[in-house]
């Protein structure tokens, strides 16, 4: 997504939750944690932050809906292009590990450390042994 059509979606928020929610700084660290989404998904992202969050969504909540939106957009792509590359038990063949982390829950995806997640291009990050003791597999 452009940083013109983050601006475009921000504003929804901003609309709705008031401007004291969104400083220049919390906005900057929300376009590091979405930039990697498509306008589209953003949107959708937004629209139901905006139906559901009685407060105004900050952070966390953004990381929570974009992550739920990253293994949505994963879950399409696969349908297509995964079958028959399973194999993998860590990822299952699909090249993403899903997985929460254990002292918040908060939901990350990240790249498996095989060939099928070698086939796409994942933009997460790369899944190590290291991060088992921090992260439980959803
Ligand atoms: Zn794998």
Request: proline share 2%; aromatic share 10%.
């Amino acid at each position: 997504m452009k940083a013109a059509e983050f601006e475009t979606q921000i504003q929804r928020l901003v609309s709705t939750y008031g401007k004291a929610q969104y400083s220049e700084e919390r906005v900057k660290i929300i376009w590091r944690e979405v930039q990697s989404l498509s306008e589209a998904d953003f949107s959708n992202i937004i629209e139901k932050m905006i139906s559901e969050c009685r407060q105004a969504p900050l952070i966390q909540e953004i990381k929570d809906y974009s992550a739920q939106a990253k293994i949505v957009q994963f879950n399409k792509k696969s349908n297509h292009t995964l079958s028959g590359q399973g194999g993998c038990s860590t990822c299952k063949g699909t090249g993403t590990v899903l997985v929460r982390r254990l002292d918040d829950l908060t939901p990350w995806a990240f790249r498996c450390d095989c060939e099928a997640a070698k086939l796409r291009n994942f933009k997460y990050p790369q899944w190590a042994n290291a991060h088992k003791s921090a992260y439980k597999y959803v």
